[in-house]
Protein backbone atom coordinates (compact mmCIF):
# COMPACT_ATOMS: atom_id res chain seq x y z
CA UNK A 1 0.00 0.00 0.00
CA UNK A 2 0.83 3.75 -0.63
CA UNK A 3 -0.75 6.83 -0.25
CA UNK A 4 1.72 9.73 -1.63
CA UNK A 5 -0.11 13.47 -0.52
CA UNK A 6 0.97 17.02 -2.95
CA UNK A 7 -0.17 20.21 -2.51
CA UNK A 8 0.97 21.44 0.19
CA UNK A 9 2.97 25.23 0.42
CA UNK A 10 3.04 28.30 2.01
CA UNK A 11 -0.09 30.53 1.74
CA UNK A 12 -1.71 33.70 3.31
CA UNK A 13 -4.52 33.49 5.72
CA UNK A 14 -7.41 33.76 3.60
CA UNK A 15 -5.70 31.77 0.73
CA UNK A 16 -6.72 28.27 -0.66
CA UNK A 17 -5.08 24.90 -1.71
CA UNK A 18 -5.72 21.64 -2.53
CA UNK A 19 -4.21 18.56 -1.00
CA UNK A 20 -4.04 15.03 -3.34
CA UNK A 21 -3.29 11.86 -2.44
CA UNK A 22 -2.19 9.04 -4.83
CA UNK A 23 -3.19 5.92 -3.70
CA UNK A 24 -2.07 2.41 -4.86
CA UNK A 25 -1.67 -0.87 -3.95
CA UNK A 26 -5.61 -1.53 -2.85
CA UNK A 27 -8.40 -1.42 -4.20
CA UNK A 28 -9.23 1.97 -4.09
CA UNK A 29 -13.11 2.69 -4.45
CA UNK A 30 -14.00 0.01 -1.79
CA UNK A 31 -13.21 1.89 1.14
CA UNK A 32 -13.28 5.15 2.98
CA UNK A 33 -10.50 7.26 3.27
CA UNK A 34 -9.42 10.25 5.14
CA UNK A 35 -7.26 12.93 6.03
CA UNK A 36 -5.56 14.36 9.47
CA UNK A 37 -3.50 16.95 10.32
CA UNK A 38 -0.79 17.41 12.98
CA UNK A 39 0.25 20.53 14.26
CA UNK A 40 3.51 20.88 15.95
CA UNK A 41 3.15 20.35 19.52
CA UNK A 42 0.08 19.17 19.29
CA UNK A 43 -1.92 15.16 18.85
CA UNK A 44 -2.44 14.30 15.33
CA UNK A 45 -6.36 15.04 14.17
CA UNK A 46 -9.09 13.93 12.05
CA UNK A 47 -9.95 16.29 9.70
CA UNK A 48 -12.50 14.54 6.99
CA UNK A 49 -13.56 11.37 5.99
CA UNK A 50 -14.91 10.83 2.41
CA UNK A 51 -17.17 7.19 1.94
CA UNK A 52 -16.48 4.89 -0.98
CA UNK A 53 -18.60 6.92 -3.27
CA UNK A 54 -18.17 10.19 -1.95
CA UNK A 55 -21.75 10.72 -0.89
CA UNK A 56 -20.35 10.50 2.47
CA UNK A 57 -18.54 13.07 3.55
CA UNK A 58 -17.75 14.54 7.60
CA UNK A 59 -15.37 17.20 8.94
CA UNK A 60 -14.01 18.44 12.06
CA UNK A 61 -15.65 21.32 13.34
CA UNK A 62 -12.84 23.39 12.85
CA UNK A 63 -12.65 23.04 8.87
CA UNK A 64 -16.95 22.61 8.07
CA UNK A 65 -17.66 25.14 5.34
CA UNK A 66 -14.36 25.76 4.56
CA UNK A 67 -12.69 22.56 3.67
CA UNK A 68 -13.96 20.14 0.96
CA UNK A 69 -13.09 16.36 0.67
CA UNK A 70 -13.86 14.47 -2.79
CA UNK A 71 -12.35 11.47 -4.49
CA UNK A 72 -12.11 10.27 -7.82
CA UNK A 73 -12.40 6.83 -7.75
CA UNK A 74 -10.52 6.47 -11.73
CA UNK A 75 -7.55 8.00 -10.28
CA UNK A 76 -7.39 6.40 -7.27
CA UNK A 77 -6.96 10.30 -5.46
CA UNK A 78 -8.65 11.58 -2.76
CA UNK A 79 -8.62 15.13 -2.40
CA UNK A 80 -8.66 17.91 0.27
CA UNK A 81 -9.56 20.99 -1.34
CA UNK A 82 -8.90 24.05 1.60
CA UNK A 83 -10.40 27.72 1.90
CA UNK A 84 -10.18 30.66 3.82
CA UNK A 85 -7.35 29.34 5.10
CA UNK A 86 -6.48 30.49 9.02
CA UNK A 87 -3.12 30.59 10.52
CA UNK A 88 -4.44 28.08 12.69
CA UNK A 89 -4.59 25.33 9.59
CA UNK A 90 -0.61 25.38 9.73
CA UNK A 91 0.08 21.88 9.98
CA UNK A 92 1.31 18.35 8.44
CA UNK A 93 -1.59 16.89 6.30
CA UNK A 94 -1.78 13.12 6.33
CA UNK A 95 -4.04 10.69 3.87
CA UNK A 96 -4.84 7.73 5.92
CA UNK A 97 -6.76 4.33 4.84
CA UNK A 98 -7.30 1.68 7.72
CA UNK A 99 -3.75 1.08 9.21
CA UNK A 100 -1.57 2.93 6.75
CA UNK A 101 -0.15 6.67 6.36
CA UNK A 102 1.18 9.10 4.06
CA UNK A 103 4.10 10.34 4.41
CA UNK A 104 2.59 13.63 5.08
CA UNK A 105 2.83 17.18 3.11
CA UNK A 106 3.35 20.37 5.11
CA UNK A 107 1.05 23.38 4.56
CA UNK A 108 1.57 26.65 6.34
CA UNK A 109 -0.67 29.45 6.73
CA UNK A 110 0.94 32.93 7.18
CA UNK A 111 1.48 36.28 6.97
Known amino acids: VQLVESGGGFVQPGGSLRLSCAAS????????MSWYRQAPGKERELVAT????????NYANSVKGRFTISRDNGKNTVYLQMNSLKPEDTAVYYC?????WGQGTQVTVSS
Open 96 to 100: FYRDY
Open 25 to 32: GFTFSRYA
Open 50 to 57: IGTTGIYT
